[in-house]
């Protein structure tokens, strides 16, 4: 993207997100895994040097989603609220990296529109959330404060 990666950031892991920009259906998505619930967000249509369109445009995805899986817009509005500050970082945890691999699996797909294919992605169970869907885990935490403070 661009930027220089800061070193040593200090976040909790449910506000943080795991990114990579990989091919499918031959166009370039940029797809987010969260790191504690391993929930997938995938966008398309930004370009190198687009950090401030990259932000927004996963903002608008990721509350569009989560209102299409019924999440309550108050709690999507105070997650939100946490996450205003955007930092590139370089990564280590390959337990979410591995997560993020099983999500880039196929690189072509027929869903007709990105939200039917988060809703297929995002009820994959995965072993490090002790064999929950995605889904069903971040809506979870959404409740819990901990989740919120930096660790």
């Given at each position: 993207?661009?930027?220089?990666p800061?070193?040593?950031?200090?976040?909790?892991?449910?506000?943080?997100?795991?990114?990579?920009?990989?091919?499918?259906?031959?166009?370039?998505?940029?797809?987010?895994?969260?790191?504690?619930?391993?929930?997938?967000?995938?966008?398309?249509?930004?370009?190198?040097?687009?950090?401030?369109?990259?932000?927004?445009?996963?903002?608008?995805?990721?509350?569009?989603?989560?209102?299409?899986?019924?999440?309550?817009?108050?709690?999507?509005?105070?997650?939100?609220?946490?996450?205003?500050?955007?930092?590139?970082?370089?990564?280590?945890?390959?337990?979410v990296?591995?997560?993020?691999?099983?999500?880039?699996?196929?690189?072509?797909?027929?869903?007709y529109?990105n939200?039917?294919?988060?809703?297929?992605?995002?009820?994959?169970?995965?072993?490090?959330?002790?064999?929950?869907?995605?889904?069903?885990?971040f809506?979870?935490?959404?409740?819990?404060?901990?989740?919120?403070?930096?660790?």
């Open positions: 993207m661009k930027t220089t800061v070193e040593d950031i200090n976040v909790a892991p449910f506000l943080s997100w795991h990114v990579n920009i990989y091919i499918l259906n031959k166009r370039k998505h940029i797809v987010f895994v969260n790191d504690l619930t391993r929930l997938a967000i995938i966008i398309d249509g930004i370009r190198t040097g687009q950090l401030e369109r990259l932000k927004d445009k996963f903002m608008l995805t990721f509350r569009e989603y989560l209102l299409r899986e019924g999440v309550n817009d108050t709690l999507i509005n105070r997650y939100l609220e946490y996450c205003t500050e955007v930092v590139i970082s370089k990564t280590n945890n390959r337990s990296l591995g997560t993020m691999k099983e999500v880039t699996w196929f690189t072509e797909d027929d869903f529109d939200f039917e294919r988060l809703k297929w992605l995002n009820r994959m169970i995965h072993k490090p959330i002790d064999y929950m869907e995605p889904i069903n885990y809506k979870e935490s959404l409740w819990d404060p901990k989740n919120y403070n930096i660790v």
